[in-house]
């Protein structure tokens, strides 16, 4: 399995940080400070994003293989009993952790895979044309997010309050988003898939932003893939990705989640 970059940061019990589809370790950097007051923090790339190498070719990159990636990369660095944060993609490869290792707690912001059949036709074409853009207009989309109205267009569908956020944040994951080398096989991987929470023991909080325009509630939020123990609470005015647009309800989401005594709440 390739070795995996990631940050680390903080004290206490460990948490590791799983990014979603397009974006890298950076997009828990508004709630990392937070949450380091707390944790001993891992915020991983998974691979084929941000500075980790892709699977090798062999490997079909489904959220389990990720997963399975994951959890060897923090053996290898001989990481003990933890907690687990994701948002898409990240928590949907938080699931499949649960699955092969028994963790802590596990906390899904805005969790990919909680649909019928397949992944609906309105997010994979929304994330291919943002995937799309990102790549045959980087310099343009660059130069767009350094304004308030330009991080509106150009984060307006995966923020909750696009204008709010730092331009040095946008152009980020802007650059995530166009530079990742594994956007297109995930996608092929997942795009027949689900969520099967069958298994999973660990005590689970699941959290949309109400602002969410990537995961429509009818198409993408059927609860009843996770086990019934499973925790839901909102966030307002967040968006598909929400720690840049709440830091702070993040936070809270995430502490709260990781305490033994959190009951499920549909």
């Not at 699977?55 to 990720?66: H, K, M, N």
């Not at 045959?136 to 307006?156: F, P």
């Not at 809270?252 to 033994?260: A, F, H, K, W, Y």
Request: proline share 8%; hydrophobic share 45%; net charge positive.
């Amino acid at each position: 399995m390739p070795d995996l970059a990631f940050t680390r940061a903080g004290r206490g019990e460990p948490l590791i940080l799983v990014h979603g589809i397009g974006a890298s370790k950076e997009v828990w950097r508004p709630v990392l400070a937070q949450l380091a007051e707390r944790f001993d923090v891992i915020a991983v790339d998974l691979p084929g994003f941000g500075e980790s190498p892709m699977l090798p070719a062999d490997v079909e990159p489904t959220p389990a293989a990720l997963a399975a990636a994951l959890v060897d990369f923090l053996d290898r660095l001989d990481v003990g009993p933890f907690h687990i944060a994701g948002n898409s993609l990240g928590g949907w490869v938080t699931v499949e952790v649960a699955k092969i290792r028994p963790v802590r707690t596990a906390t899904l912001l805005s969790p990919a895979g909680l649909w019928r059949r397949g992944a609906p036709l309105y997010a994979r074409v929304s994330l291919g044309a943002s995937r799309w853009i990102a790549r045959r207009a980087t310099r343009a989309l660059l130069w767009a997010v350094g304004t308030a109205v330009g991080r509106m267009i150009v984060l307006g569908q995966t923020h909750g309050r696009p204008w709010a956020i730092s331009t040095e944040h946008a152009r980020t994951s802007v650059l995530a988003l166009a530079n990742c080398t594994g956007f297109e096989a995930v996608m092929r991987a997942t795009a027949t898939r689900r969520i099967d929470g069958t298994g999973v023991t660990a005590p689970l909080t699941v959290a949309f932003g109400s602002r969410d325009l990537i995961l429509l509630a009818r198409q993408s939020r059927h609860l009843d893939r996770l086990p019934d123990t499973v925790r839901s609470v909102p966030l307002p005015r967040c968006g598909h990705v929400p720690m840049a647009d709440d830091p702070v309800a993040v936070v809270d989401v995430i502490v709260q989640g990781t305490r033994p005594n959190a009951g499920a709440d549909r």
